[in-house]
C-alpha cells in the first residue's frame, strides 16, 4: 500500500507528516530522504512482512520453554530429618542433602518441641547434628525449617527418645591402639550388649577404646573431647548390665577406683542374713558396763547419818509403809505439810544411807588387802636380788629381766 504524505515540519530526529485528512503522523527523519523541507511531498509504501513474523514467533516460544524447563519444573524439596543414634543424654540426628533448584538458601533451623533450638551453620556442607544434655528416658520432638527465595519449607516431624540407664545398645565404639586380642574381645562384647563397632571417628562415636594413646584417631577423640577408655570399661558395663562411670577407666587412672558392682552394695546392707537376724533375735542384750575398764574406785568419805528436816522423824516403821500400799489402791495421799517431808524422801535417805555404810566397808576391806600386798612384795623382791648375785659376780655382763 502507497501512501503520500506531506511533510510538515522536520526537526533534528522526528519530522512531522500531514496526510490528506490532515492527520499528524511522527515519522524518524533519518528515514526520509536527503534534502527534504517543509513543503514535501514523500511516498511510504506499507506491507506486512510474513517471514519474519514467524521467525521471531518461534524464537520467543523457545525461550519461553527454555524459562519453563529452568526454572518452573524444578522447586526446593523439604528436608528429611532421621535419627542416627540415641544415647542416654545425647542424640544424633542427620539429614539427606538440601535440594535448592535455583532457589538461593536463606537459613536452616532446627526446632526441639515446637520451639527453635538453634540454626544449623553451614547448611550445604554439615547433614548431622549431635544434641547433648538430654534428660535419661524421655521423648522429643524436633524437625528442620528450610528458608529459600523460592519459600518456606518443613520436614516431617521426628519422635525421639533418650536410653535408658540399662540400654547399653546406644554405646558406639571407635577401637584406637591396642593388642589384638583385645580388640577381637572388644568386639565380641559390644556384640554382645548390641552395641556399635566403627573404624573412624564420627559424630555419633560416644567413646574411644585403647591401651595406648597415639595416633590420629586417638588425636581426633582428643580434639572432640570424647572419653578415651580402657577396654576394661566395657567389660564393666556388661557386668553391671548398666552404663559404668568412665573415671576409673582413663588411660592413666588409678585401677583402685574402679568399683565393679556399686549398685549391689546397698542392698547387701539393707538385707541381712537370716542368720544375723536370728543371732540378733536370740542374742541377748549385754550390760552397758561390760565392755567398760574396771577401775578402783577411789576411798570415799564416810558420811554420817541423813539429817532429817526439822519436826520430821527419824525412822521409818513397818506400820508406816503398810498403810501407804493399802492407800494406793484407795485413793491417793494428801500432801505433806510444809514443815515435814514426804515420806518417800524419808525412804530414799534411809536408803542412801544403807548404800554408803556398805560401800565404805567394801573401800576398807580393799585398802587393806592392798597394804598387805604391798608389803609382802619388797621381801621377795630381796631374796630374787641375793640369788642373782651369787650366781653372776659383779661386773660381767648384764642382768636379764626376771619375772616376779
Not at 325 to 337: G, K, L, T, V
Amino acid at each position: 500500500m502507497l501512501v503520500s504524505l506531506t511533510v510538515g515540519k522536520v526537526d533534528a530526529g522526528v519530522a512531522v507528516l500531514l496526510t490528506q485528512d490532515n492527520r499528524l503522523i511522527e515519522f524518524p527523519s533519518v528515514l526520509l530522504p536527503k534534502n527534504i523541507s517543509s513543503g514535501s511531498i514523500v511516498d511510504i509504501d506499507v506491507s506486512r512482512n510474513h517471514a519474519a513474523e514467524s521467525k521471531s514467533i518461534a524464537s520467543f516460544q523457545s525461550l519461553q520453554k527454555r524459562i519453563l524447563n529452568t526454572y518452573g519444573l524444578e522447586t526446593p524439596s523439604p528436608p528429611v530429618l532421621r535419627l542416627r543414634n540415641a544415647t542416654q543424654t545425647s542424640l544424633v540426628l542427620e539429614w539427606e542433602p538440601i535440594k535448592l533448584a535455583t532457589a538461593s538458601l536463606k537459613s536452616l533451623s532446627l526446632y526441639r518441641n515446637g520451639s527453635k533450638a538453634g540454626s544449623i551453620p553451614r547448611p550445604l556442607e554439615m547433614m548431622s547434628t549431635k544434641i547433648s544434655g538430654l534428660a535419661i528416658h524421655a521423648e522429643y520432638t524436633f524437625h528442620l525449617v528450610l528458608r529459600t527465595t523460592a519459600g518456606t519449607y518443613h520436614s516431617e516431624k521426628l519422635t525421639c527418645r533418650t536410653h535408658k540407664m540399662t540400654d547399653l545398645s546406644g554405646i558406639t565404639v571407635t577401637p584406637g591402639i591396642m593388642p589384638q586380642p583385645q580388640r577381637e574381645a572388644l568386639a565380641r562384647a559390644i556384640d554382645r550388649i548390641g552395641g556399635k563397632l566403627i573404624d573412624t571417628v564420627r559424630i555419633d562415636t560416644t567413646h574411644f577404646v585403647c591401651t595406648e594413646g597415639r595416633g590420629p584417631a586417638w588425636e581426633k577423640a582428643v580434639e572432640m573431647n570424647l572419653p578415651v577408655v580402657r577396654p576394661e570399661w566395657l567389660d564393666a558395663c556388661e557386668a553391671e548390665g548398666t552404663i559404668v562411670g568412665v573415671r576409673g577407666y582413663y588411660l592413666n587412672a588409678d585401677p583402685k577406683h574402679r568399683q565393679l558392682g556399686p549398685r549391689q552394695v546397698p542392698q547387701q546392707q539393707q538385707q541381712p542374713t537370716p542368720e544375723s537376724v536370728v543371732s540378733e533375735a536370740t542374742t541377748p542384750p549385754a550390760s552397758s558396763h561390760s565392755n567398760l575398764p574396771v577401775q578402783n574406785a577411789p576411798a570415799a568419805i564416810p558420811e554420817g547419818p541423813p539429817t532429817p528436816f526439822p519436826g520430821g522423824p527419824t525412822e521409818v516403821t513397818a506400820a508406816e509403809i503398810q498403810p501407804e500400799h493399802e492407800d494406793d489402791h484407795s485413793e491417793p495421799p494428801a500432801p505433806p505439810p510444809k514443815d515435814e517431808p514426804a515420806e518417800g524422801v524419808k525412804d530414799d535417805e534411809k536408803d542412801d544411807a544403807d548404800e554408803s555404810d556398805g560401800h565404805d566397808e567394801a573401800e576398807d576391806t580393799k585398802e587393806t588387802d592392798v597394804k598387805e600386798g604391798l608389803e609382802t612384795v619388797p621381801a621377795v623382791e630381796a631374796e630374787t636380788l641375793k640369788e642373782i648375785d651369787k650366781v653372776q659376780p659383779e661386773g660381767e655382763g648384764e642382768l636379764e629381766e626376771v619375772s616376779l
